[in-house]
C-alpha cells in the first residue's frame, strides 16, 4: 500500500526545536520529489519545502534559514528538521509526494507555546 | 510568487444539484515541459487533503466522474455535477508550476 506516515509532532517552546519524520512505504522517497505543506489552525494550506530527487532543496521564505528537509534513503523517510520555532508555526505538518501532490500523509500537530 | 483566487468562498448546494468553483492564477501555470501543474483538492472535516484532479482535468485513481475539472492558462474551474453529502468539505486550488508551490484559500462546500 501506498502510504506516508508524519511523526514526530508536538508542544515546543518558542525557539526551541524539532525535528518530524515521514515514513513513506509502497514507493520510493529518493525517486520523487517530495514536499512538506502545513496548516494552521482553522487556516488554509501552505507550501514550506521540497527536496528533489537529485537532491537539491527549496523552502519558503516564512521558513528560510530555519527549516532544514532532508531524507534518508535507507529508511525510505523524508525529515523535516525545524529550529528557532515562533507561535506562528504552530499547524498541522503534511508531507506529500510533490508534483501532482497525489499522496499526502495524515500530519502531524506541531504547538509552539510557552 | 503565483497568486491562486478562489471563488466562491462558501459553496451551499442542495443534494443532487451542481456546483462550480473557480480558480484563477496570478500568472500562466504552463510549465516548460509544456504541462499545467494544476490540481484540485479535497479535505474532509478533520481529514488531510486528497486529490481530485491534477494536470487541470485528470481525475486521480478513486475519484468519482462526477468531478471534473477545466481550464487553461490562468483560468479553471471545479464542477461537481451532482453534489452527495460526503463531498461536504473544503476544496483547493494549488500550482507545482513554480516554487513556491501556492495553494488558493480554499471553497467551503455545503449542504443546504
Known amino acids: 500500500e501506498v502510504q506516508l506516515v508524519e511523526t514526530g509532532g508536538g508542544l515546543i517552546q518558542p525557539g526551541g526545536s524539532l525535528r518530524l519524520s515521514c515514513a513513506a512505504s509502497?514507493?520510493?522517497?529518493?525517486?520523487?520529489?517530495m514536499s512538506w505543506v502545513r496548516q494552521a489552525p482553522g487556516k488554509g494550506l501552505e507550501w514550506v519545502s521540497v527536496?528533489?530527487?537529485?537532491?537539491?532543496?527549496y523552502y519558503a521564505d516564512s521558513v528560510k534559514g530555519r527549516f532544514t528537509i532532508s531524507r534518508d534513503n535507507s529508511k525510505n523517510t523524508l525529515y523535516l528538521q525545524m529550529n528557532s520555532l515562533r507561535a506562528e508555526d504552530t499547524a498541522v505538518y503534511y508531507c506529500a509526494r510533490d508534483g501532482n501532490f497525489d499522496i499526502w500523509g495524515q500530519g502531524t500537530m506541531v504547538t509552539v507555546s510557552s | 510568487d503565483i497568486v491562486m483566487t478562489q471563488t466562491p468562498l462558501s459553496s451551499p448546494v442542495t443534494l443532487g444539484q451542481p456546483a462550480s468553483i473557480s480558480c484563477r492564477s496570478s500568472q500562466s501555470l504552463v510549465h516548460s515541459d509544456g504541462n499545467t501543474y494544476l490540481s484540485w483538492l479535497q479535505q474532509r472535516p478533520g481529514q488531510p487533503p486528497r486529490l481530485l484532479i491534477y494536470k487541470i482535468s485528470n481525475r486521480f485513481s478513486g475519484v468519482p466522474d462526477r468531478f471534473s475539472g477545466s481550464g487553461a492558462g490562468t483560468d479553471f474551474t471545479l464542477k461537481i455535477s451532482r453534489v452527495e453529502a460526503e463531498d461536504v468539505g473544503v476544496y483547493y486550488c494549488m500550482q507545482a508550476t513554480q516554487f513556491p508551490r501556492t495553494f488558493g484559500g480554499g471553497t467551503k462546500v455545503e449542504i443546504k
Open positions: 527536496i528533489y530527487s537529485g537532491g537539491s532543496t
Open positions: 509502497g514507493f520510493t522517497v529518493s525517486s520523487n520529489y
